[in-house]
């Protein structure tokens, strides 16, 4: 579904992504993972448009590198950025409504929104609530939920756990592990890699913006993962 | 009690046409961090559009009203399209000269191809006439202000809340990167906002129009750096604060008038910065400002 082909990012003369070649099949969960400053999240921002990148990103054989971001949701991929980035200002529902802005099916709507809501039960009594006072895991929800909104193919997460409190990272998991059992397609992108690798069928590490190992997930046993993440 | 309710309009009125042109200033400024100081000649390119109107013969006023917010309206997505658009990614001081750039290019179009000198055009002035309200003598322009103003901030804030387009607006005040990857496309939240700005500034032309009787290149100019000095006062991307500071600006203007006497009105504006001045060492991020964090903006 998605193939990304010599990705290259640079800020100035630091190339944060190198020559990275990495492809996603329908249905698959892929884990991203690697060390801070690894790259991980320049390759996210790559693949959806918002840092400008050399080589090329294809969306069901379609090159989609030169398109800004909201043509590429338009094919069918969402992200749920790193640190949530919700509008603190709008509402939940508000959140939700913006998400759902390209879409005509209005009782689609209705029902995705209603099906988010049993998803994450918290959102429902916040609905019209800013979602600036929301906490860090509901916050973390919402994004998910947002990004669910646009009815993507093909789903980006970028940290989903991090600074939450254990229990909320748990439930992050178990809904992770229901849209993959549901057929959803899923990038993740995750420091806590001991979780990501139980859900996830394939993984790429990344160290210094290169790729260090690329597999299936069960076969990167937790000593393997430690020197790939300490450089050894 | 006449003379104070006289005054208490008349600060109203100022006050609300303050308002109106620091809305068309916020709107732009809260989504795209752009000062349009070319939004005067906006201003000005109404007026002119009324004057070329009559010039052929058409002497309407109810069509020379619909002819200027048009007219606002298309320059300021027009200007959006050929002068701001392409620096939108630049830093914010380019956008800023950008602005000035074109307030200067359009003036020296009025004056060039027009005249440098202003032209008469009373075809408004109709809208301006003392109406005997019991024993209060009112100016009809200044109840038109007041009420003008207070529509279109309640048609704004329906816009802003009840929308989708106003809601993407909202929320790209704060995350314009965050409002594409919601497939909502920038250039369209942006040529709204324009286009807003631009409605607000042909209401606005066609009030200096009924009131001064004449078009002239900088006809704008000082209205849009009150404008801009309300905004300051009411806290820069604030349109609540943008409507209030117009507000106070005009009842400081006014109040001033008042209690000034007559051989000290020449240090009216004087006193109304020093005011504006104390306003903001006591609230530096202005009325309704929030303080910003600009440590991790996003560039």
């Known amino acids: ?232 | 009690m006449e003379y104070a309710l006289q005054q208490l309009l008349n600060a109203l009125a100022f006050g609300a046409e303050y308002a109106l042109v620091a809305l068309g200033l916020a709107v732009v400024f809260s989504i795209m961090g752009l000062v349009n100081f070319a939004y005067g000649e906006i201003i000005a390119a109404s007026a002119y559009a009324v004057l070329l109107a009559v010039a052929v013969g058409l002497a309407a006023p109810l069509a020379a009203v619909g002819l200027a917010i048009a007219m606002g309206i298309l320059a300021s997505v027009l200007l959006e399209r050929v002068a701001f658009r392409p620096v939108r990614r630049a830093p914010l001081t380019t956008g800023l000269l950008t602005a000035f750039g074109v307030s200067i290019v359009l003036q020296n179009l009025f004056q060039l191809f027009i005249s440098p000198r202003p032209q008469a055009l009373p075809l408004l002035n109709g809208l301006n006439q003392t109406l005997m309200v019991g024993p209060y003598a009112v100016s009809s322009l200044q109840l038109m202000q007041l009420a003008t103003a207070i529509v279109a901030g309640g048609a704004l804030v329906w816009f802003l809340n009840r929308t989708t387009l106003g809601i993407a607006m909202r929320a790209a005040a704060g995350d314009f990167a965050t409002v594409r990857l919601q497939g909502i496309r920038a250039d369209r939240v942006v040529a709204a906002a324009f286009a807003l700005s631009g409605l607000l500034a042909g209401i606005a032309a066609v009030f200096v129009l009924a009131r001064r009787g004449s078009v002239a290149p900088d006809m704008g100019f000082m209205l849009v750096l009150k404008a801009f000095v309300a905004c300051v006062i009411g806290g820069f991307g604030s349109l609540a604060g943008a409507a209030l500071g117009g507000m106070v600006l005009g009842f400081i203007e006014v109040g001033l008038l008042v209690l000034l006497p007559a051989e000290y009105g020449g240090i009216k504006e004087t006193l109304t910065y020093c005011i504006v001045i104390a306003l903001l060492l006591l609230r530096p991020e202005g009325l309704m400002g929030t303080r910003r964090e600009l440590g991790d903006k996003e560039a």
Request: avoid cysteine.
């Open chain 1, 1 to 232: 579904m998605l193939k990304i082909e010599k990705l290259s990012v640079r800020y100035g003369t630091v190339h944060a992504v190198q020559d990275l070649d990495l492809a996603v099949a329908e249905g698959e969960l892929v884990a991203l993972l690697g060390p801070n400053g690894a790259g991980k999240s320049s390759t996210i921002e790559a693949i959806i448009g918002l840092v400008a990148a050399g080589g090329r990103v294809e969306m069901d054989g379609q090159d989609i590198s030169r398109l800004p971001p909201e043509l590429r949701i338009r094919r069918g991929l969402a992200l749920s950025p790193e640190g949530r980035r919700v509008f603190a200002g709008l509402t939940v529902a508000e959140n939700l409504r913006l998400a759902a802005a390209t879409r005509r099916d209005r009782a689609g709507v209705r029902a995705d929104t209603d099906r988010f809501m049993e998803l994450f039960p918290v959102l429902r009594a916040r609905m019209h609530q800013p979602a600036g006072t929301l906490s860090g895991g509901e916050q973390q929800m919402l994004a998910i939920a947002r990004a669910l909104m646009t009815r993507p193919r093909l789903l980006l997460l970028d940290e989903p756990s991090l600074g939450l409190a254990p229990r909320i990272v748990q439930r992050i998991f178990e809904v992770i592990a229901e849209l993959k059992a549901g057929g959803m397609t899923i990038l993740l992108v995750e420091q806590n890699a001991a979780h990501a690798l139980r859900l996830a069928d394939r993984a790429y590490v990344l160290g210094a913006g290169r790729l260090q190992y690329q597999g299936p997930a069960r076969d990167l046993a937790s000593d393997r993962l430690m020197s790939l993440y300490i450089g050894g």
